[in-house]
Structures are given as C-alpha cells and as structure tokens.
C-alpha cells in the first residue's frame, strides 16, 4: 500500500478496509482479515493496524467475535456511506468554497463543471 498524504497511516488502512466492504470484498457479517494478515499485506505494525480496527469498531464498522476474530457489521455500508458523506461536507466543501471565492467562480460555473464530469 502507498501511504500518502496528511492523513494518518492508521485511518488510511481504515479508508483501505471500508473501501473492501463497499465493493462486496468484504461482505457484511463476513470475517474481516486479522491483523497480523492486514499488517503483512501491508506492510507495517501490527499496532497500527491494531488501531485501525479500534477506530472501525468505534465507528461500529466491523466487531470481534471472541476467539474467531473480527467481522464485517451489518449496516456497514450505509455507516460508511454517512462517514464518508459528513467528512465531504466538513472538510471538500469548505476548501471548494475558498477557491471559488478566490478564483471567483460562481455556483452557477460550478454546477455547469460538476454537470460536465458526472454526465
């Protein structure tokens, strides 16, 4: 994996992981791979990824079965799909905001470029 960016590595294996269980890799109610299977493909501390899977619990993503590992939440993708959507909200809108009062493009121009790229 390329690790990229101002985002920590722990919440990119999230982001990894979260982008499985959206395109049916990981199956709802399904068994997530162990963390030392996650760490070796790749390629860092198991306690990094020990803490991604805190953060995908706490979101209530994926949960442990006790002694059979972890496992894929149902309503998993729904959760991920609101996450996703409030991080756009709160963090690409304000910065699209800000460069279009800096270049002076109006809402108009943008919904005229967005219709462009999503037709």
């Known amino acids: 994996m390329d690790f990229k960016g101002k985002k920590a590595i722990y919440l990119q294996i999230a982001d990894m992981i979260c982008d499985q269980i959206l395109l049916g890799e990981l ?4 068994r997530v791979p162990s963390v030392r299977e996650t ?13 991604s899977y805190d953060w995908l619990q706490s979101q209530q993503i994926i949960f442990t079965k006790r002694g059979l590992g972890y496992f894929v939440n149902p309503g998993a993708k729904q ?3 609101n996450i996703r959507k409030e991080e756009f909200i709160e963090e690409a809108i304000p910065e699209i905001a800000r460069s279009m009062q ?4 109006t809402v108009n121009e943008l919904t005229g470029y967005i219709n462009k790229v999503i037709a």
């Open 27 to 30: 199956e709802e109610e399904g």
């Open 39 to 51: 760490a070796a493909q790749v390629e860092v501390n198991s306690n990094t990824v020990m803490r």
């Open 79 to 81: 959760t991920i799909h």
């Open 102 to 105: 800096t270049l002076g493009i």
